[in-house]
């Protein structure tokens, strides 16, 4: 069942897909409503499943679901990542690239190569300062607090 992001619990599963590119305005009302159909679909036939989803900075879809009450299996994984595959191809988008970083500058939002990060680091273009989004996070709690971090308070600090 899909309910609002703000009444799921801490603990959830949390899913952070990257697009490689924003989204276009005209674009993001209709992908909104197929992950709202994905969701209200997903273990239709669990009464007990609660699931969710963000879409921030026209870029980040994130999928929250709470595998507490109702433990997902791997059929509901793979149902969630079919979903993800089909937006990925529909929009021409890379949505489950995990060699990538997501960071801000100024107001904008940036998509690199994760390898492409060091050099930024050594020509000063990111700092230690800089807000970088941590995509590999996995509960709700996490995500609420450590998705949007300094590099320095993150596993990336390691290419500082």
């Known amino acids: 069942m899909f309910i609002d992001s703000s009444s799921i619990p801490e603990d959830a599963k949390v899913w952070i897909y990257p697009s490689s590119r924003k989204f276009y305005p005209n674009e993001i009302e209709v992908i909104e409503e197929k992950i709202k159909t994905f969701i209200e679909n997903w273990k239709s036939t669990d009464e007990n499943f609660t699931a969710s989803y963000k879409f921030l900075y026209n870029r980040f879809i994130i999928l929250m679901a709470d595998d507490v009450t109702s433990p997902l299996t791997n059929v509901d994984i ?75 308070d993150s596993w990336y600090s390691r290419f500082l």
């Open 78 to 152: 793979d149902a969630s990542v079919s979903f993800i595959l089909q937006l990925q191809q529909e929009y021409e988008v890379e949505l489950l690239d995990r060699m990538n970083v997501c960071f801000k500058q100024g107001e904008f939002v940036q998509y690199k190569e994760l390898k492409d990060l060091k050099k930024l680091v050594k020509n000063k273009a990111v700092t230690a300062k800089t807000i970088i989004f941590d995509n590999l996070i996995t509960t709700k709690q996490e995500f609420d607090n450590f998705w949007e971090v300094a590099i320095e």
